[in-house]
């Protein structure tokens, strides 16, 4: 009997919607960055103490501008707590990547990553499971309350204090749902059996900020990264340039000594406090077809853009970006692919392989991999060809999308004629769908018969993404009259096709959401509500 118990217990756990990607030490994230052992010293032991602090407030926030560290932070704090078993869960937001860029399966995963480091909870959470089967449909307090919260209110008293660590909540697409998000997180410091605390990290924005002061005094402490004396911060970008440097001085053989003292303050220098300086201008380094001693002095040469606090880290963008596409044969050619490839990576709202991306964009895969190959610097471009392309930091998407940042308009992206270009693209996609895609045999099919690699051969991802995404796209292109008559075309020719596709790879709840953010987008230019019902009828 007990073991047909724990068998349904696991069975219900493993139905809780899980966000790909989203544990630190989830396999996509297997290459990122640590803190060096000897770097942020100071603040790992402050947070550190906090964890342990019985009395210490229930949220820790660690904010910071773009490029300061913070994710680093967060990788490297959740990996101590879960050598000590301190770790109760771990989110990564990240913008551009499905599911990890919202709030949709935050609760769910953060409760499925719960049953795990608390045995105790898992009798609670599948219960509150059986006694809700819509519970993966609701909102974000229902989940919390039912799947999170009452579990830890009930459980036996715990004498050990674990730590939820959320990275990037500024990285969550809906503004709304992150105040959401921190108010029902601060629930937490009124816990009395289970002690759980949260490390969260985000980049100083507005609306979090106004989230935070709807909370008590006494349920938050935060920590300020630009209040760290320069002199620290310089301290560490020191040691993270000699230590990662030295590998290559031996590598290629060169004199010591490489780099001198003058060439690390330099760098340091040009830093600015920024992590994500010295992490790129290691990569750019490393990528050096000759040796790193060429990018090294490209690096050097380099003058300040502007007198922003970006200025240097904006310098090192352009810097490698005139290097590693104007420095070829036919640089005009390359910096519109550039713009096509790159341009389309940086506005997306998935990520996808490679050639997947070429498929989407309708243009040769060689055109796709030599562009992604110059600039393996700031794209994170993977061997396999199965997995991802993605951007290494936001802040190279955020100066692309800047022209008072990217001061050379050959690589300056407009973001609304990115968007417009993506949703024709996905259009053409769409427009070709046909009946039982997945050549079924017969009506009345349950999606659990249908074999996922069968899914995956009949719709690939690109195509997956033109049917999830392109009214997103619309809505934030610049569509013209010609574009509105596509999609009634859409509409009236493979509306039943589309349908067909959401329900195989179970995006059918976010078709019905696109219906009704169509009918309002539509509204401007004609009568939507009965226009989209009468095909939907016919």
């Known amino acids: 009997m007990v073991r047909i118990q724990s068998q349904h217990q696991s069975t219900n756990i493993a139905k809780l919607p899980y966000a790909e990607g989203a544990a630190h030490n989830d396999w996509l994230r297997r290459h990122e960055d640590h803190c060096l052992q000897d770097t942020r010293v100071e603040l790992r032991k402050q947070i550190?103490?906090?964890?342990?602090?019985?009395?210490?407030?229930?949220?820790?926030?660690?904010?910071?501008?773009?490029?300061?560290?913070?994710?680093?932070?967060?990788?490297?704090?959740?990996?101590?707590?879960?050598?000590?078993?301190?770790?109760?869960?771990?989110?990564?937001?990240?913008?551009?990547?499905?599911?990890?860029?919202?709030?949709?399966?935050?609760?769910?995963?953060?409760?499925a990553q719960l049953a795990i480091s608390l045995p105790v909870l898992r009798t609670s959470i599948s219960d509150a499971?059986?006694?809700?089967?819509?519970?993966?449909?609701?909102?974000?307090?229902?989940?919390?309350?039912?799947?999170?919260?009452?579990?830890?209110?009930?459980?036996?008293?715990?004498?050990?204090?674990?730590?939820?660590?959320?990275?990037?909540?500024?990285?969550?697409?809906?503004?709304?749902?992150?105040?959401?998000?921190?108010?029902?997180?601060?629930?937490?410091?009124?816990?009395?059996?289970?002690?759980?605390?949260?490390?969260?990290?985000?980049?100083?924005?507005?609306?979090?900020?106004?989230?935070?002061?709807?909370?008590s005094g006494e349920a938050y402490q935060d920590f300020l990264l630009h209040n760290i004396p320069l002199d620290t911060v310089n301290a560490d970008i020191s040691t993270f340039f000699r230590q990662k440097l030295s590998p290559l001085k031996a590598k290629h053989g060169l004199g010591t000594p490489w780099p001198d003292e003058q060439i690390i303050e330099q760098l340091v220098e040009r830093a600015a406090g920024l992590f994500i300086y010295a992490a790129t201008t290691l990569r750019f380094i490393q990528d050096g077809i000759d040796g790193p001693e060429e990018?090294?002095?490209?690096?050097?040469?380099?003058?300040?853009?502007?007198?922003?606090?970006?200025?240097?880290?904006?310098?090192?963008?352009?810097?490698?970006?005139?290097?590693?596409?104007?420095?070829?044969?036919?640089?005009?050619?390359?910096?519109?692919?550039?713009?096509?490839?790159?341009?389309?990576?940086?506005?997306?709202?998935?990520?996808?392989?490679?050639?997947?991306?070429?498929?989407?964009?309708?243009?040769?895969?060689?055109?796709?991999s030599s562009t992604l190959d110059s600039l393996r610097s700031v794209l994170n471009v993977p061997e396999e060809e199965s997995h991802p392309v993605r951007l290494f930091h936001l802040s190279f998407r955020d100066f692309l999308l800047d022209s008072q940042r990217c001061s050379d308009s050959r690589f300056q992206i407009d973001e609304k004629e990115r968007h417009t270009i993506l949703f024709r693209k996905c259009m053409e996609h769409i427009c070709q769908l046909q009946e039982n895609i997945c050549n079924l045999w017969g009506p009345g099919v349950l999606i659990t018969e249908i074999p996922d690699d069968t899914i995956q051969k009949?719709?690939?991802?690109?195509?997956?993404?033109?049917?999830?995404?392109?009214?997103?796209?619309?809505?934030?292109?610049?569509?013209?009259?010609?574009?509105?008559?596509?999609?009634?075309?859409?509409?009236?020719?493979h509306f039943l096709h589309?349908?067909?596709?959401?329900?195989?790879?179970?995006?059918?709840?976010?078709?019905?959401?696109?219906?009704?953010?169509?009918?309002?987008?539509?509204s401007v230019s004609c009568n939507a509500h009965y226009f989209i019902q009468s095909i939907v009828l016919t």
């Open 48 to 111: 550190m103490d906090w964890c342990d602090d019985p009395d210490s407030k229930c949220i820790f926030w660690l904010n910071g501008m773009a490029g300061t560290g913070k994710s680093t932070i967060s990788r490297t704090v959740a990996r101590e707590l879960a050598e000590k078993k301190r770790l109760a869960a771990s989110f990564f937001f990240t913008r551009g990547r499905k599911d990890v860029s919202h709030s949709g399966m935050f609760f769910t995963t953060i409760a």
């Open 129 to 215: 499971i059986d006694n809700n089967a819509h519970i993966f449909k609701q909102g974000p307090r229902e989940q919390w309350n039912q799947l999170i919260l009452n579990p830890l209110r009930n459980a036996p008293t715990q004498s050990i204090q674990l730590v939820v660590v959320i990275d990037a909540l500024d990285e969550c697409d809906s503004m709304q749902d992150i105040q959401l998000i921190l108010q029902l997180l601060a629930e937490a410091k009124d816990l009395a059996t289970v002690r759980i605390k949260i490390f969260l990290t985000s980049r100083p924005e507005i609306p979090i900020f106004d989230g935070f002061r709807q909370l």
């Open 295 to 368: 990018p090294l002095s490209l690096i050097l040469s380099a003058t300040k853009s502007s007198l922003s606090a970006t200025a240097h880290l904006d310098g090192i963008y352009t810097t490698l970006l005139q290097h590693s596409v104007l420095g070829r044969r036919g640089y005009q050619e390359c910096a519109g692919r550039f713009r096509q490839v790159v341009g389309s990576i940086v506005v997306m709202f998935n990520v996808m392989p490679a050639r997947n991306l070429a498929q989407l964009l309708q243009i040769p895969p060689k055109m796709v």
């Open 458 to 493: 009949s719709i690939p991802p690109h195509a997956q993404y033109a049917c999830r995404y392109w009214l997103e796209h619309c809505r934030l292109g610049n569509p013209v009259k010609e574009d509105i008559q596509t999609i009634r075309q859409f509409l009236e020719q």
């Open 498 to 522: 589309w349908l067909e596709i959401l329900s195989l790879i179970g995006e059918v709840s976010n078709g019905a959401h696109m219906i009704i953010a169509l009918e309002e987008m539509l």
